[in-house]
């Protein structure tokens, strides 16, 4: 069975006339629009640098596990493992949101009921707020 043709191929088809055309014509745009797709990466390319790692099936397992614990695909938790300033990445985001969340509800209670502790109650969220946001 043949490939299915893109959406962004079947847009560029109908853009130059050539879906209704002979099966030359075809042929021709669509050697035009991988022309033009190619160029359009290339200059991409430059701009973004890609790696690429090899990892045996276990290694792979073990990244997915990980990734996995955190809420990330493989390769968000690759990314921001390389760029995390402390060579770890923020772990469990949403988890440290929700804690967030229960901090300020704390903080809002306490400052009707105890001004006292308000002001540690905020320190802590600046802190908590800074680590979750840290690249």
Do not use: C
């Not at 790696?51 to 990980?66: L, M, N, P, V």
Request: glycine share 4%; net charge positive; no cysteine.
């Amino acid at each position: 069975m043949p490939n299915k043709p893109s959406k962004k191929l079947l847009l560029f088809l109908q853009e130059t006339g050539a879906i209704h055309g002979t099966p030359e014509d075809i042929a021709l745009a669509k050697k035009e629009y991988t022309r033009l797709y190619k160029k359009n990466w290339k200059q991409n390319a430059i701009k973004n640098k890609e790696i690429r790692a090899t990892f045996t099936a276990d290694e792979y397992s073990h990244i997915q596990r990980k990734a996995a614990a955190r809420g990330m695909t493989p390769t968000t938790y690759i990314r921001k493992l390389a760029l995390a300033p402390g060579g770890e990445p923020v772990p469990h985001t949403n988890r440290l949101l929700l804690i967030l969340q229960k901090l300020r509800m704390a903080a809002i209670r306490a400052a009707r009921e105890n001004a006292s502790s308000v002001q540690l109650l905020d320190e802590i969220e600046r802190h908590l707020l800074e680590y979750i946001n840290q690249k």
